[in-house]
């Protein structure tokens, strides 16, 4: 059996030497690369080939990939490089990996075309400037054959235990029993659903309902086809903690289940929660768990997967395990699990790791030509999460923190950037002090301002490496984030601004405006990630109407919709619509009253523990403070703004199987989807709201474009988004199919038949 690897992938692991550095930085965006490449290739002469594959092998490996160019008539093969900033600032170790690229293909041109030696050529190219500096080492043939077979020497004792690992764990998966006794109610046909897909190379969107099992429903049936399709990698991504955490679990009950199992699963966290050193800069200079990152890699490596390769079980790489592991060869444990994603067989983490614009698991299957499963949990956020991906904002404060920073006051040219950018965003205010205003590009000034800035910026961050501004360093992200996004401007996102004076209510003073690319369709973006996976599965309690999902995450015309039939009867909950409740924002404090009533009546005829929600906070203050004068004898917790991770932990704590008492939360917040409280722990829910987003300027622009682009800008704006959070927050009350509850609709509109047909058909609404 052959072991297939990339050009870069070999040399990321062969080649790699010395300080991790990311000083070097920033890299052209894709699209910059692209057009880089493009331009280098047009200045070559007649008869110059781009793009050319090229493959080969030494023992059981076989290696491949594209070259950028290769001239006949001089005998010259190019490796292109896009970069930004100062060449002679790029680390020595950057220059080893390129050349150590550049001279496999030459083997392998030599080899193909049968030469007896060739002309290497290293290629930069400045994307701000266009111009190129080009280093030239004339290689014989073979000179880059035994360079081509070092690289391959390195590689292959660890190509081959992978090729075993991957024999074994194809073997295993194959036998693979499922874990339980037999298939929850609705669990055997999503299960059956997601294999077919996978079989079948296709996208499924998957209506499930909550309880049945969903994560152990998807994993299982994709890791069986895993074998049988050949698929590589199977990534599980979430939108929460709370998602990964289940699983991880599922993960583990398939390894306790079946002990022979050698699955290498990998959890992926943010960069936050696993930098050791936050103070300090990614480079050897300053932080020591950079230093010599590349030359204790191997060891490091070769410990997190060590009980694979001997063919036991794998303890699963969570965030524990590879910190452990990295801190004992001292090397980051961010930057470790990042380099054990190449050889993790399941790799659960957030959703920006594979569709985020720069997501490390994308561009690695890209780059080795790995064949992929997605599971996306909770496929519901995915529209907001998405639209969060590519929407850059310019806040007036950022700018301010960067202008005073000591960077600022110390060095001039920065400080002159930073004023620069100020002068242009100020008259851009004067040119549009409405409080709200679409503009049909972005400003090219600011634009133009931003460029510069960023590039200053970019020299001083080199000059400078040891010197870290935090301040500094965000404004230069948002900026550089915000000029990828206006490089990408087109019908699926708008540019706006918005005035100090709408929001904080002040006087409107140009330059406090903050100016965003907002992003209103995430599906131009997320499709090509969606059509570079062999199969995946998008999966939730809450995605109703499968069109509108459909069009807003650029599902594929052929993709698969199923719609999991529920394990609960309607008997095991009761659902009542309260007729005469208006919770519109007029009548807010009107409602105020009756709702308290109807919580006190439903508590006193069933006590028990009961979650109240409401559409903002200052909505559910006013509420909870009535009820409490009202109803002193009823226990009630109420959610605060910005919980952190141990005060919402103690707050579901209070959920209990003898406790009683009403907890308010918001709408949409953490605590109306993703938590589990069966049985007697939650017996009910009230709703006091439809769930749907405020009416203002923003989102009546975004009902426009909704209305332009799809027929149904009421529905795809406010409706649906509401109704699938007040479904998903109902969803915590029957959990299994003993539990028994109510849940209470506090609102008129509830009985309107075009929202009555977006609450899930097992309900008997009365």
């Not at 969107?205 to 069986?224: D, E, H, R, S, W």
Request: proline residues 6%; neutral net charge.
């Amino acid at each position: 059996m052959t072991y297939t690897v990339a050009v870069r992938e070999l040399c990321d692991f062969t080649a790699k030497q010395g300080d991790l550095d990311l000083r070097f930085t920033p890299a052209p965006t894709a699209l910059e690369g692209i057009a880089g490449h493009a331009v280098a290739a047009s200045r070559r002469g007649t008869g110059y080939r781009a793009e050319v594959a090229l493959s080969g092998s030494y023992q059981s490996l076989q290696v491949r990939g594209r070259a950028d160019g290769y001239d006949p008539t001089q005998q010259r093969i190019d490796e292109v490089k896009t970069f930004k900033g100062r060449l002679d600032r790029q680390p020595a170790s950057h220059r080893h990996l390129h050349w150590a690229q550049a001279k496999v293909y030459g083997w392998l041109l030599c080899e193909q075309e049968q030469l007896a030696h060739i002309d290497v050529a290293l290629v930069y190219l400045d994307v701000g400037t266009q111009q190129e500096t080009v280093f030239t080492e004339r290689c014989s043939a073979d000179d880059l054959r035994q360079h081509f077979e070092a690289q391959c020497q390195r590689f292959i004792a660890w190509a081959e235990q992978q090729v075993a690992h991957r024999a074994k764990r194809d073997a295993a998966l194959i036998t693979l029993a499922f874990p339980f006794g037999g298939f929850r109610t609705g669990q055997r046909p999503l299960a059956e659903a997601v294999y077919k897909a996978a079989v079948a190379g296709r996208c499924l969107l998957a209506q499930a309902p909550t309880g049945i099992g969903k994560t152990m429903g998807t994993l299982f049936p994709l890791l069986k086809a895993a074998p049988a399709q050949h698929i590589d990698k199977v990534f599980f991504l979430a939108a929460k903690t709370s998602g990964r955490q289940t699983a991880l679990d599922a993960l583990a009950r398939l390894s306790h289940s079946a002990p022979a199992l050698p699955l290498r699963v990998l959890e992926l966290v943010a960069r936050d929660k696993a930098c050791e050193h936050p103070d300090k800069a990614c480079h050897g200079e300053s932080c020591p768990l950079a230093w010599g990152f590349y030359d204790r890699l191997p060891a490091a490596r070769a410990a997190a997967v060590a009980s694979t390769l001997e063919g036991k079980p794998a303890p699963a790489l969570l965030q524990t395990r590879v910190r452990e592991v990295a801190l004992q060869h001292e090397v980051c444990p961010y930057y470790l699990s990042q380099e054990l994603a190449r050889w993790a067989d399941v790799v659960v983490g957030d959703y920006n790791y594979y569709f985020d614009q720069g997501g490390l698991l994308h561009g690695l299957a890209q780059a080795n030509q790995w064949r992929t499963a997605l599971l996306v949990d909770e496929a519901h956020n995915l529209v907001e999460r998405g639209r969060k991906m590519f929407t850059a904002e310019l806040h007036p404060a950022t700018l301010a923190q960067a202008r005073s920073s000591p960077t600022a006051a110390q060095h001039a040219p920065v400080k002159k950037a930073l004023d620069k950018v100020r002068r242009t965003w100020v008259a851009l205010d004067k040119a549009h002090p409405a409080p709200y205003t679409v503009l049909e590009a972005f400003p090219d000034k600011l634009l133009a301002a931003l460029q510069q800035c960023t590039t200053t910026l970019t020299e001083h961050f080199t000059d400078h490496p040891t010197e870290p501004d935090g301040a500094l360093q965000t404004f230069y992200f948002d900026a550089l984030h915000l000029q990828r996004m206006a490089d990408l401007l087109d019908a699926h996102s708008m540019v706006d601004i918005t005035q100090a004076s709408a929001t904080h209510r002040r006087t409107f003073k140009p330059g406090d405006s903050v100016v965003c690319i907002r992003n209103v369709v995430p599906a131009p973006f997320l499709q090509p990630r969606l059509a570079a996976a062999h199969t995946s599965t998008l999966f939730s309690a809450t995605l109703q109407p499968a069109r509108y999902y459909a069009d807003l995450l650029g599902l594929p015309d052929d993709h698969v919709w199923v719609d999991v039939e529920s394990p609960f009867a309607a008997h095991q909950l009761q659902v009542q619509v309260a007729h005469h409740i208006s919770t519109r924002y007029p009548h807010r404090a009107a409602s105020l009253a009756p709702i308290a009533t109807l919580i006190a009546q439903q508590f006193r005829a069933r006590p028990g523990n009961y979650l109240a929600f409401f559409s903002s906070y200052d909505y559910l203050q006013q509420a909870a403070a009535l009820f409490a004068q009202q109803h002193p004898d009823v226990p009630h917790w109420c959610q605060s703004r910005r919980m952190l991770e141990g005060e919402q932990r103690d707050f579901l704590a209070r959920f209990t199987d003898s406790s009683q008492g009403i907890a308010f939360a918001v709408l949409g917040g953490a605590f109306a989807e993703g938590i589990d409280l069966p049985g007697k722990r939650l017996i009910g829910a009230f709703l006091a709201t439809l769930g749907l987003p405020q009416v203002n300027p923003v989102n009546e622009q975004i009902r426009e474009r909704m209305q332009a682009l799809f027929g149904a800008g009421y529905d795809y704006t406010y409706l649906y988004p509401g109704l699938q959070k007040v479904v998903q927050a109902a969803g915590r009350v029957i959990r299994t199919p003993r539990d028994e509850g109510v849940v209470h609709l506090m609102d008129d509109r509830f009985a309107q038949a075009q929202v009555r047909k977006l609450l899930p058909p097992w309900w008997r609404v009365d």
